[in-house]
């Protein structure tokens, strides 16, 4: 089997791949419309905020502080259209701000200050949630929910020549610009790690930290960029929440969501197009579980049954990729072992019997 | 290496939250379009201040439902009663225990807790037999024997039915729904009583039923859009929302769909002017405000108390005292035209339940008390 493994890596790598492509085609074909459309809806905040999370993890900090910088997201792309009258694209412009804000704070904090990762993380992300509710309490006076005529949602774009497309055109078109740039970002972010300088400094420091540090790359400003790029995506994707979805900011409204996209990040091993993948996977089980429960044939099931089936699918693709994990490791192993044999016996050779040659 | 000193961080950080207020320094809208009938403001103001009270909300307030019910009552009792009353918001179950602990210290005459666990209530009325409890919003599978606690059971069912009425003549499709939060019994109360009233006067109407599930079912927005919009997709275009805090999402999706809604607990019917056909009102402000009376007159009274439609703890916005007629202002014509007809059938049915001629199922009795 390991042998196999061995013989046709790059093949089963690409079926993999193929296997996720086909996957997703049978996905389209096989959904309704309507909940293809609410699944692509609901991934978008998972894509945007798996992206964000391994930016950061790829330059070597986990971002705990997702949930806070989606929450902060939401509530100032709100904040700052109430009674304006502004174009809610300005909101959005100054949730992603906000963010990137935040992610500065963030990166300074533990770069500089050395404040624990994690008490940081959780600490920023109360902090948000507590501070969004007082905000809304001591300026707007309201309690709970923030909603007002002059905040307008974001307006849906057909895109031109693709939504005249037979079968795919109203699938993939007439949904908000966050939906289209998410889609732009994923080409985005996998281009700046793999194609640039940059990106290649990034993933030096998360791979390990001190040789780049030795080959002359500057760490903390690295590190500095990619969690003020990671707090720009987690806030824009908040403002998918409050002005892409709702046209409202309510009380913690993420719901969690951005923990999700965390756990989308390392179940994709950190790479741009998986992520965007089990984005997808996750936005289109949750639309079924909604859209199942009036279904003829499964309505017979009780509705919890239902609305677990995402938890379900969930863990059942856990164990899958750390079988894969667990592979590749073994692969790894044999692979050097095969290629270095010799090198290995003769090296084995000296040190058992040194100067018998 | 960057080199950043504490005082330029502190200066970076000062700017951020200069920002953040700033942001926020647009003042609060003044909101007077109100057809408030409430008597209220001829009253007197009474002093009772050697009666005091406190009340547990479970969340923070804001839900545009049950917990905002809560507090106005609450505020209604301070201001007319002139009692001492203290309004503590928790942030989530995990408080509850805690906080109404915390409030018992203080030794009001009366702790009213609003949808504490009957876990919580049933050992807290046990452990301080001489503090005086009222525990609404908080369903019981067995109501501890002691006499320091009361509740009022507000038959949601009724007003529900009548909510159902109003969908089942309004509907186009001949498809309406219903979302709850989860599939808890005292959702289902509502559900079902909507469901009944939907089906009296459209028996060949198809009653959807969905719930959103999830870790926050009540304050997840997000997902109870994208289920109505699923639910508007099926053909359904008049939704009845129990959801808490989720809700908003629904009333949003039939906004932005042109379709329809019913509220929930508090009037909801301005939120989404037109779209919000009327809101099947849960009067905990009611039942707050009659507890602390019970204080002030010294009538309380240990036990479960039925209150429903007759006693006004149950009813629609459309009621007299509340008189919301903002769909009919804002409405389409072909569904405002119907109107009168709906508020006729509305009141006949009304009356039947109130003489008993109607008995809408009650999902709580059928499950705690099947041996009736």
């Known amino acids: 089997m390991l042998e196999l493994m061995v013989k046709y890596q790059d093949d089963l790598r690409r079926t993999l791949l193929i296997g996720g492509v086909i996957l997703t085609i049978l996905v389209f074909v096989a959904l309704p419309t309507n909940v293809i459309q609410s699944g692509i809806r609901l991934s978008t905040p998972f894509v945007l905020g798996s992206l964000a999370a391994l930016i950061a993890s790829r330059a070597g900090v986990l971002n705990l502080a997702i949930e806070g910088k989606m929450l902060l997201g939401s509530f100032i792309a709100v904040a700052v259209l109430f009674q304006r009258d502004l174009d809610p694209a300005v909101g959005v412009l100054a949730a992603t701000i906000a963010g990137g804000v935040l992610g500065l704070i963030f990166a300074i904090l533990y770069l500089q200050i050395r404040v624990n990762l994690i008490i940081l993380a959780l600490a920023l992300n109360l902090f948000v949630a507590n501070a969004t509710v007082f905000f809304m309490r001591t300026e707007f006076g309201v309690f709970g929910t923030l909603a007002d005529p002059s905040i307008r949602g974001l307006p849906t774009y057909d895109l031109p020549i693709i939504k005249d497309l037979p079968f795919i055109g109203e699938l993939i078109s007439g949904y908000n610009g966050i939906v289209y740039i998410s889609w732009m970002m994923v080409v985005a972010i996998w281009v700046l790690l793999r194609k640039t300088q940059f990106g290649r400094h990034i993933r030096a420091v998360g791979e390990n930290k001190e040789a780049a540090e030795t080959a002359g790359i500057n760490v903390t400003r690295v590190q500095i960029f990619a969690l003020t790029l990671s707090g720009m995506l987690a806030g824009f994707a908040g403002s998918f929440f409050s002005l892409g979805i709702l046209s409202q900011f309510l009380e913690n409204m993420t719901a969690g969501r951005g923990w999700i996209a965390l756990t989308i990040s390392l179940f994709a091993l950190e790479r741009p197009l998986p992520a965007f993948f089990t984005s997808l996977f996750f936005g289109f089980s949750e639309a079924l579980s909604l859209d199942l429960q009036n279904s003829e044939t499964v309505s017979f099931l009780p509705p919890d049954i239902l609305l677990l089936m995402p938890q379900v699918a969930a863990i059942g693709a856990l164990v899958l990729v750390a079988l894969r994990i667990r592979g590749s490791e073994l692969l790894k192993r044999r692979q050097f072992v095969a290629q270095f044999s010799k090198e290995l016996g003769d090296l084995k050779r000296m040190v058992i019997s040194p100067g018998q040659d | 290496m960057l080199k950043i000193s504490h005082k330029q961080i502190v200066l970076l950080l000062v700017i951020a939250m200069g920002a953040i207020i700033s942001v926020g320094m647009v003042h609060a809208q003044d909101d007077g379009s109100d057809c408030s009938v409430d008597v209220s403001s001829d009253v007197e103001p009474q002093d009772n201040s050697d009666v005091s009270f406190a009340i547990i909300l479970p969340n923070a307030r804001g839900d545009r439902s049950f917990i905002d019910s809560a507090a106005a009552g609450a505020e209604r009792a301070i201001a007319e009663l002139g009692v001492e009353g203290t309004i503590i918001e928790t942030a989530g179950v995990q408080e509850h225990d805690a906080a109404v602990r915390r409030a018992v210290q203080d030794e009001p005459d009366l702790v009213i807790t609003i949808a504490v666990d009957e876990s919580i209530i049933s050992e807290i009325v046990e452990e301080f037999p001489d503090q005086k409890f009222a525990a609404q919003e908080t369903f019981f599978t067995e109501i501890p024997d002691v006499d320091n606690l009361a509740l009022f059971n507000i038959l949601t069912h009724e007003n529900s039915y009548l909510a159902g009425i109003a969908a089942g003549m309004l509907s186009r499709t001949g498809i309406v729904g219903a979302v709850g939060g989860g599939d808890f019994p005292g959702i289902n109360l509502f559900i079902q009583g909507y469901e009944e009233g939907v089906l009296s006067v459209c028996p060949d109407c198809t009653v959807l039923r969905s719930y959103v599930g999830g870790s926050n079912p009540f304050s997840d927005p997000v997902r109870a859009k994208e289920l109505a919009l ?101 409405g389409p014509e072909d569904l405002v035209e119907k109107l009168p007809a709906v508020r006729e059938a509305i009141a006949e049915a009304r009356e039947g339940i109130l003489s008993g001629d109607i008995v809408v199922t009650n999902v709580l009795f059928e499950e705690f008390d099947s041996g009736d």
Do not use: H
């Open chain 2, 230 to 330: 699923s639910m508007y997709a099926d053909g359904a275009d008049i939704l009845f929302q129990v959801a808490g805090r989720s809700g908003e999402g629904v009333l949003e999706a039939a906004n932005e769909t042109g379709n329809f809604a019913i509220g929930v607990d508090s009037n909801q019917d301005d939120t989404f002017p037109g779209t919000v056909i009327v809101s099947a009102m849960k009067r905990v402000d009611n039942a707050v405000f009659s507890f602390v009376e019970s204080m002030v007159n010294d009538t309380y009274t240990p036990g479960t108390t039925n209150v429903g439609l007759a006693e006004g703890f149950a009813g629609l916005s459309w009621d007299d005292g509340i008189c919301s007629r903002t769909f009919d202002e804002n």
